[in-house]
């Protein structure tokens, strides 16, 4: 079983929609969250950390269940700019440094 | 701040050559930088962990002997593959951290590298 698993998508959403992501981990040790989002043929960039209190920038809300070891992102109005890989990772310490664990991303894209 | 690059961005060779490749923090220290391979439609796979000043730290499966890692400043990390074959063709990506204990690590733009 991966470390980090996500629905590959694409997801196909019309400009406006609201669109979901999950992504769930397995190690229980993970102590730090994040979605990133990736463009073809790019290096990944940091969208947003995740908090289990749930967190907001703009259209953008990531929510975080450690009970159910659960992590979700929430894009509200999809702007053609949204296309994207969205990559949920993990981060543990191991002892010498942190260590990211990256799911293989789930693929947006937003049409007119 | 916290900008990371890398060089060279495509490069193809022939296989069996060596290729190196930097990376390097530009406007911070970085006592710890990582690097990744990430095939087409796969996931960024860590391959090492590369401290300054210490020998890298592999991940299992990933060879030190081929894969060599030199982090000998606070800004600069070099990965070489050597004897590179068509199988090592990927996009290697290095990031670092501002600090050993933080979780927000700076990517570089990667490295395409392509053996013929």
């Known amino acids: 079983r991966k470390e980090v698993e996500q629905d590959p998508g694409p997801f196909n959403v019309p400009e406006g929609a609201t669109v979901a992501f999950n992504c769930t981990y397995s190690n229980s040790a993970s102590q730090s969250f994040f979605w990133y989002r990736q463009d073809c043929r790019k290096e990944p960039k940091l969208l947003m950390s995740?908090?289990?209190s749930g967190n907001e920038d703009g259209r953008f809300t990531a929510q975080l269940n450690r009970a159910s070891q659960y992590i979700s992102l929430l894009i509200r109005d999809s702007k053609l700019s949204d296309s994207a890989t969205y990559l949920c990772?993990?981060?543990?310490?191991?002892?010498?440094?942190?260590?990211?664990?990256f799911g293989t991303g789930t693929r947006l894209q937003v049409t007119l | 701040g916290a900008v990371v690059s890398q060089h060279p961005s495509r490069v193809i060779c022939k296989s069996g050559t060596s290729v190196k490749i930097e990376c390097r923090s530009l406007?911070?220290?970085?006592?710890?930088m990582f690097w990744y391979r990430q095939f087409p439609k796969q996931s960024l796979m860590l391959m090492a962990t590369s401290n300054e000043g210490s020998k890298a730290t592999y991940e299992q499966g990933v060879e030190k002997d081929k894969f060599l890692i030199n982090h000998a400043s606070l800004t600069l990390s070099t990965l070489t593959v050597t004897s590179a074959h068509p199988e090592d063709s990927s996009f290697y990506i290095c990031s670092a951290l501002t600090d050993p204990r933080a979780d927000t690590q700076y990517f570089g733009p990667g490295t395409r590298l392509t053996v013929l």
């Open positions: 406007d911070f220290q970085a006592t710890t």
């Open positions: 995740v908090y289990s």
């Open positions: 990772v993990v981060n543990r310490w191991t002892g010498t440094a942190s260590k990211l664990t």
